[in-house]
Every structure is written in C-alpha cells, then in structure tokens.
C-alpha cells in the first residue's frame, strides 16, 4: 500500500491517493477466485474445478476486479488513515481511479475530527425549575392505584354516559343484515368513542333489558367501502348496565394496594418519588442547558458527514432495538408508514446536537488535561455489573476499553462544566392544563451527554471502513458489511 498524496480540504475533509501493489492485488484476485468459482459454470469442468485462468480467458482477465478491489480498498483505507494519523469520524466517500495487472488506485475523501475552539465553559449560570409538591399532585400518582382497585358494579337504572352496558347487536341496511355487523354479549363503554359516532349516545337512558333501533349512518371515510357513507339500522339490546365503583380510600384501600400499613405512608411514598424525579428531571435540564451554553460558545466547524454519520448509528440502534422485539425492522417501516430517510431525518437534529457536545467535552478533557487511570475503568465495570447483574470481567468483554476511557474522560469533562456552574431562577411558565395521569408514566429527559454512559450491550468503537460512494445512506455500519466499490468489470455468470 502507498499514499501517492494527501490533500486537506474545507469543513475538515481530506482526499487520500492511495495505491494497492500488484501483489496485494494479485492476492486479492486469488481470494476472489476461489471465494467464486463454486458458483461459476464453465462447460467441461465440475462446478467449482476450472481453473482460474480458464475463466480469465472465457470472461476476461477483470473478471475478479471488482470483488477483489472491495475486499481490499477498506483495510488499505485503515492503513493509510492510521499511516496518515488522520482522526476520522465518517465513511470516506470513495472512487476508483484505475485498476489493471499492476495494481489498482482510489481516491478516498473523508471527514476527521474537527478543530474546536473553546469559549466559556467554567462559572456558567443556567435556570433551574424549584421543585414543588402539592396534594394534588399526589391524587395525580395515586390515580393508577384506584384505577387497578376499581370495580364494575351491575346497576338496575337507566345508563349515562361513562356506564359500560353488555349488548347483543346487529345491523341492517335496506333491511338486509350486512357482515361484521352482529355481536353479542358485548361490553361497550357509553362516551368511549368505539363505534361509529352517534350509536353510544343513543343507548344512553336505557336500563337493563330495553330493546332499541339505533339509525346511524357511516363515516365517509369508512374503512368498509360497501358501508361508507350509508344509513343503517342497529337492532340493540341491553342485557346489564355497569357502573364503575371506585374503592374507599383508606388504609385498607393502601394494605390493599401496597406494602405500606396506612393511607398516610402511602401517600408520602407517592410524594417523595415525585419529589425525588421531578428534581433529577430538573437537574438534567439545567445541564442540558449549560451544555447548550458550552457547544454555543465554541467555535467549529463540523463536516456534514460527521453527523450524518453519527444519525446512520442512531438509526442503527433504533433498527435494532425494533429487531429485538421481533419485529423485523422492514415489517415495521410498513405498518408505520415510514421510510428509512424519514427516520434518519428525524434523528438528524438530535445527532447534530451529540456530534456538537461530544466535540466539546472531548475538547474541555484536553483543556484540563483530564486522564483515566485503570482504577477508573475497574470502579465503571464494577458499576455496570451492579446495575446489570453480571460479572465485572463480562461487563469487560462487552465494552471495550477505548469506549470506556472515551466515556469516563466525557464525564470528567462535563462534571467540570456542572461542578462550577450557578442555578439562576427558572423563568415563569405559562398556566397548563395539568395531565390526569402521573408524571411517572412519563418518559424522562436525559441529559445529551452528562456522562455519555453507555448501556454494556454497546458495540466498540472503530473507524469507520470504506464506503461506495453511491451507497445508499441506510448501509450497515463498515464493521458489519464491506460495502462495494464502483463497478469495474461484468461479473460471470452463475449457476443459482
């Protein structure tokens, strides 16, 4: 391998010449071979027999470039970038300038590692809300409570909205009974919104045993095409009327519902959790804020590849995560409606901000001079065996070294910002209508990158590999698969 040149462009892009010797391409080729030959037929010879050069004459000598140059362009682009010291962050956009028995050469053009210049980091004030509980904030969280303990009581009076009634029904258009219009011993909730508009309002008022011809008609955007938009007559009858019947609140109710003895323990546990994430919630919106103020004081300039990069692994991981419930992932892109370019859209604003804090607090540890020492690693081991309930030595073998170190120094980083930084007063807010259930059914904010903690199933950190220059955005990350180069020879045909 040889860097014939290295050429540093604007935004912190830089082009490599490199070139592969004729022996690394005549390597290259023999592993082509004979990774190919099995699926290639040629008249007189067994499937997988013939030998290369009788190929070579049939299909031409190039008949093994193009699997050979994309076998071999991604390590030669890793040799070059670490001969080169060059820091990437990116898949290097990649052409392929000449290939022959002598060899072949690429230009590869890459991102790396901005400059940044620091402004202010130390001594910053940022708002934080004060953190309040009130009494009615409790009934809030003890709502799910009385809901699980809430029972439905059969009633002998006529039914009102929030009743759920037991109905047989079946409906008839140009009185003809039409398919999926019958049901029976149904239970309904009379203001739920389940069936079509005007069919709960009209069982309203009824008691048990009332027989009744609900006349609705269809929505015009129905999904049933033969009912849409259409009249029909619902024959109903009611066989129960059920009212919810919600328990007493009392210290039997909490026995009930919890390990606690009385209402009053209850309820102080129900307070003090809300307390207790209400404050971390705004502690971590006043270090969102204050790494806000950081990325905003410095000066950078950041390739667009960087974070297109850094949103092509958020989309990696949310794939994946999708994949673990047993969804396959393109099934799940259909059901939803979205593309894979929506997606990545949608993470590219939240991959420009992590590219931007990461950027920072890499940049403060550097400042000061921050190190990680091997105490550090074993004490972050020992606490994410803690929190995942395995061997420190597995917590070891799942998350590299490097990861851990980059992770660690981040955190040092930032808990430098925080450390001397001042809460000021959080601004007024604008009256809201309070939401009816508990704030703990509420997904937390985190904060972008306190500590860049990573979860232990996170893969290692790598640079990335090579990557065709008209591959698609959505390809799998260099480790996992070689992307192709640009086509170079037709490829033989092959035996299925």
């Known amino acids: ?183 029976e011993n149904y239970d309904l909730e009379l203001g739920s919104g389940s069936f079509i508009p005007g069919f709960e309002d009209q069982l309203v008022g009824l008691k048990p045993g009332a027989e009744k011809d609900v006349k609705v008609t269809f929505p015009e955007e129905y999904q049933a095409e033969e009912l849409a938009g259409k009249p029909a007559v619902f024959k109903v009858k009611v066989h129960a009327v059920k009212e919810k019947q919600e328990p007493t609140l009392d210290d039997e109710f909490a026995k009930d519902v919890s390990e606690f003895e009385t209402l009053a323990e209850l309820r102080k546990d129900l307070g003090d959790k809300l307390t207790e994430r209400r404050e971390r919630q705004a502690q971590n ?64 604003e939240g991959a420009a901000r992590q590219v931007k804090t990461d950027l920072a607090l890499r940049a403060i540890a550097e400042a000061e001079k921050i190190e990680i020492t091997e105490a550090d690693i074993d004490a972050e081991c020992a606490r994410l065996a803690e929190q995942y309930q395995m061997p420190a030595e597995k917590v070891k073998e799942i998350v590299p070294v490097s990861e851990l170190t980059r992770d660690l120094s981040n955190q040092k980083a930032a808990d430098v910002i925080f450390s001397s930084a001042k809460a000021g007063k959080a601004p007024a807010k604008k009256a809201a209508a309070k939401k009816a259930e508990p704030e703990a059914a509420a997904e937390e904010k985190k904060p972008a990158k306190k500590a860049a903690s990573k979860k232990t ?33 037709k490829k033989a045909k092959s035996e299925e």
């Open 1 to 183: 391998m040889n860097v014939k040149s290295v050429e540093k462009l604007e935004k912190s892009m830089v082009a490599l010449t490199i070139e592969a010797s004729a022996e690394e391409f005549e390597a290259a080729i023999e592993k082509a071979y004979r990774k190919q030959r099995g699926r290639i037929a040629i008249p007189g010879f067994r499937k997988g027999k013939a030998p290369r050069k009788i190929i070579e004459t049939m299909y031409g000598a190039e008949i093994f470039y193009e699997d050979a140059i994309n076998d071999l362009y991604p390590d030669l682009f890793a040799q070059a970038a670490e001969q080169e010291k060059l820091d990437t962050v990116a898949y290097p956009e990649v052409e392929l300038l000449e290939a022959n028995k002598e060899g072949f050469s690429f230009k590869a053009t890459v991102a790396v590692r901005p400059e940044v210049k620091l402004g202010k980091y130390k001594g910053l004030t940022a708002p934080k809300d004060a953190v309040k509980v009130t009494d009615k904030d409790i009934d809030g969280e003890l709502r799910p409570y009385i809901q699980r303990a809430t029972r439905m009581v059969d009633v002998e009076r006529k039914s009102k909205k929030g009743d759920t009634v037991t109905i047989d029904f079946e409906g008839f258009m140009d009185d003809k009974a039409f398919e999926g219009g019958k049901g």
């Open 285 to 348: 919106a006043f270090e969102e804020a204050l790494l806000d103020q950081v990325t905003e004081n410095m000066t950078v300039e950041i390739p667009e590849a960087m974070v297109n990069f850094r949103a092509q692994q958020m989309l990696d991981d949310y794939a994946q995560r999708i994949t673990s419930q047993s969804i396959p992932f393109e099934q799940y892109l259909a059901m939803t409606g979205l593309t894979v370019d929506m997606l990545k859209l949608q993470a590219s």
């Open 457 to 489: 199933e996170a893969k290692a950190e790598e640079k990335p590999a090579a990557k065709k220059t008209t591959a698609k955005k959505a390809e799998p990350k260099a480790e996992e698969k070689k992307p192709a180069a640009k086509k170079t020879t």
